[in-house]
């Protein structure tokens, strides 16, 4: 304390300064200098000495500098959380990486994922690339993807794939792989050593999936290279009603699911400006993450306003260009158009917060597919008024005929704290126009009913809600034809009814 007071005392000099001085001083425009006193909405009061900050205003300098860099790590980290909550959570139902899950009696609420349905099959793997090169034999007819740790599009199998729809083999190398690449094999390169494999079957509903799970585990198979001469039998695991969490922490939590993809893959893959800001607060490849008291104050504090960022941005968003129609509350993060969320040049960041903290699975064939073939996605968490679902109400929504699916459509809803299935009475946690009994309007369309209890004689067009439970609605239209691009054709909002 005795250097600072007399600094400060050394101020006073300045009374004596040489007119020269005090002319060139003046002549200093104010915008490059620092006043000796500053008042901040956010800090308070910030005090300088000729422009040196005090060390009480250093000591709030770098715990907001601190505050800022673990805020930014979350928001921008979201995809890479995301995805080792991904690999967290599938391996954490027994299987080991590179072995294969299938929801072989379809998706229900005891399994935590970001927005799944329960009208198509999925089969899924952790595929490690960590021991060497992996072959993935993949059946005729499938639709499926792959992502990596840092949630950026590896490739597509199927008919968005090379192999055309047709089925093959692919050969995925590991991060700086330089070995040899024998012929025979569709071959997929990727930065990381875990990545993820996400395919989807749709079942004929007179059959359901038993079929087309066969028909699966006849041809799909995934095993090392070093045993392509003789391979593996595969192992399948029945995903089906088995409760686990695949969702990434929104607390503290969060920096250690962080701290697990940063040890594991390899050194800067997930780029320098990531990965200087995860090493401005204490994740560093190689080196313990072991916050001290204040940090850990820090990092809490960070998480919960990032998490209530992320919240505002996918059930707030205050863009208009996130929404398809000017006069409905459907919206999508993928409305520019961009799987990387790139509009003339610039990272749309809020469109990529946005749909990594609501949804998975990132793929190009997700923001335009051609018509009558793949999915499109819209979604809402109000009403026609604005207003918050709420499950105490009662609402309809109609779908005016003819909708433009060229396979079918569904409806499934989430839940406002998981953005998972809400979990209800109702297995299916959703509709489709395959139920059976379903009642169509006179002009094609539908009506459905959300609510606590079903409207009586419409059972069948009624999604079962929990009261003082939040929820959002997603539609999908599988095979969109061109009504849905060229927009002559809206889905209605959702009204209360009275």
Same mark, same amino acid.
């Given at each position: 304390?005795?250097?600072?007071?007399?600094?400060?005392?050394?101020?006073?000099?300045?009374?004596?300064?040489?007119?020269?001085?005090?002319?060139?001083?003046?002549?200093?425009?104010?915008?490059?200098?620092?006043?000796?006193?500053?008042?901040?909405?956010?800090?308070?009061?910030?005090?300088?000495?000729?422009?040196?900050?005090?060390?009480?205003?250093?000591?709030?300098?770098?715990?907001?500098?601190?505050?800022?860099?673990?805020? $930014?790590?979350?928001?921008?980290?979201?995809?890479?959380?995301?995805?080792?909550?991904?690999?967290?959570?599938?391996?954490?139902?027994?299987?080991?990486?590179?072995?294969?899950?299938?929801?072989?009696?379809?998706?229900?609420?005891?399994?935590?994922?970001?927005?799944?349905?329960? $009208?198509?099959?999925?089969?899924?793997?952790?595929?490690?690339?960590?021991?060497?090169?992996?072959?993935?034999?993949?059946?005729?007819?499938?639709?499926?993807?792959?992502?990596?740790?840092?949630?950026?599009?590896?490739?597509?199998?199927?008919?968005?794939?090379?192999?055309?729809?047709?089925?093959?083999?692919?050969?995925?190398?590991?991060?700086?792989?330089?070995?040899?690449?024998?012929?025979?094999?569709?071959?997929?390169?990727?930065?990381?050593?875990?990545?993820?494999?996400?395919?989807?079957?749709?079942?004929?509903?007179?059959?359901?999936? *038993?079929?087309?799970?066969?028909?699966?585990?006849?041809?799909?198979?995934?095993?090392?290279?070093?045993?392509?001469?003789?391979?593996?039998?595969?192992?399948?695991?029945?995903?089906?009603?088995?409760?686990?969490?695949?969702?990434?922490?929104?607390?503290?939590?969060?920096?250690?699911?962080?701290?697990? *993809?940063?040890?594991?893959?390899?050194?800067?893959?997930?780029?320098?400006?990531?990965?200087?800001?995860?090493?401005?607060?204490?994740?560093?490849?190689?080196?313990?993450?072991?916050? /001290?008291?204040?940090?850990?104050?820090?990092?809490?504090?960070? @998480?919960?306003?990032?998490?209530?960022?992320?919240?505002?941005?996918?059930?707030?968003?205050?863009?208009?260009?996130?929404?398809?129609?000017?006069?409905?509350?459907?919206?999508?993060?993928?409305?520019?158009?961009?799987?990387?969320?790139?509009?003339?040049?610039?990272?749309?960041?809020?469109?990529?917060?946005?749909?990594?903290?609501? @949804?998975?699975?990132?793929?190009?064939?997700?923001?335009?597919?051609?018509?009558?073939?793949?999915?499109?996605?819209?979604?809402?968490?109000?009403?026609?008024? /604005?207003?918050?679902?709420?499950?105490?109400?009662?609402?309809?929504?109609?779908?005016?005929?003819?909708?433009?699916?060229?396979?079918?459509?569904?409806?499934?809803?989430?839940? /406002?704290?998981?953005?998972?299935?809400?979990? $209800?009475?109702?297995?299916?946690?959703?509709?489709?126009?395959?139920?059976? /009994?379903?009642?169509?309007?006179?002009?094609?369309?539908?009506?459905?009913?959300?609510?606590?209890? @079903? #409207?009586?004689?419409?059972?069948?067009?009624?999604?079962?809600?929990?009261?003082?439970?939040?929820?959002?609605?997603?539609?999908?239209?599988?095979?969109?034809?061109? #009504?849905?691009?060229?927009?002559?054709?809206? #889905?209605?909002?959702?009204?209360?009814?009275?």
């Amino acid at each position: 304390m005795m250097v600072w007071k007399s600094i400060w005392a050394s101020t006073f000099l300045f009374l004596s300064l040489p007119t020269a001085a005090q002319e060139f001083a003046a002549d200093v425009p104010e915008s490059v200098t620092t006043p000796d006193v500053v008042e901040t909405y956010s800090l308070g009061t910030l005090e300088f000495f000729d422009g040196m900050p005090s060390p009480e205003t250093v000591q709030k300098a770098y715990d907001n500098l601190d505050l800022i860099r673990a805020t $930014t790590v979350f928001l921008d980290g979201i995809p890479i959380a995301a995805m080792e909550g991904m690999f967290r959570g599938l391996l954490s139902t027994g299987v080991n990486t590179n072995e294969i899950l299938v929801t072989e009696d379809l998706f229900d609420a005891r399994g935590i994922w970001l927005t799944p349905n329960t $009208t198509t099959i999925y089969v899924t793997s952790v595929v490690d690339t960590t021991a060497g090169p992996i072959v993935l034999e993949i059946p005729p007819g499938f639709l499926a993807l792959m992502d990596n740790a840092a949630f950026l599009y590896v490739t597509d199998f199927g008919a968005l794939g090379p192999d055309k729809g047709e089925g093959g083999k692919y050969l995925l190398l590991p991060p700086e792989y330089d070995g040899e690449v024998p012929e025979g094999y569709f071959v997929v390169k990727s930065p990381t050593y875990y990545n993820w494999f996400l395919g989807r079957l749709t079942p004929d509903p007179a059959e359901g999936p *038993a079929p087309v799970v066969a028909a699966l585990k006849e041809k799909m198979n995934i095993y090392p290279l070093s045993e392509a001469g003789n391979p593996p039998a595969e192992t399948f695991f029945n995903l089906s009603g088995v409760k686990h969490n695949t969702v990434h922490a929104n607390n503290i939590e969060f920096y250690n699911e962080m701290n697990g *993809a940063v040890q594991r893959e390899p050194e800067g893959v997930f780029g320098p400006e990531m990965t200087g800001a995860l090493a401005a607060i204490g994740i560093k490849k190689g080196a313990p993450f072991a916050p /001290g008291e204040r940090m850990t104050r820090i990092l809490t504090e960070a @998480a919960a306003i990032a998490n209530a960022t992320a919240r505002s941005i996918t059930y707030a968003g205050r863009d208009p260009g996130i929404y398809f129609y000017e006069d409905r509350q459907w919206n999508s993060p993928f409305q520019r158009q961009s799987h990387v969320f790139l509009e003339d040049g610039a990272r749309v960041l809020d469109d990529r917060t946005y749909f990594h903290y609501m @949804a998975t699975g990132i793929t190009p064939a997700m923001t335009a597919p051609p018509v009558g073939s793949g999915s499109v996605y819209a979604m809402t968490a109000r009403d026609i008024n /604005g207003d918050y679902l709420d499950g105490s109400k009662t609402y309809s929504v109609t779908l005016p005929g003819p909708v433009p699916a060229a396979n079918f459509w569904s409806f499934m809803m989430y839940s /406002g704290q998981t953005r998972s299935i809400l979990e $209800t009475d109702m297995r299916s946690g959703g509709i489709d126009s395959n139920r059976e /009994g379903i009642k169509a309007n006179d002009d094609g369309g539908y009506t459905i009913y959300v609510g606590p209890e @079903a #409207p009586k004689g419409l059972e069948s067009n009624w999604v079962q809600t929990i009261p003082g439970k939040s929820f959002n609605m997603m539609l999908r239209l599988y095979g969109p034809l061109d #009504p849905w691009f060229d927009k002559s054709w809206k #889905p209605g909002d959702f009204v209360l009814v009275e």
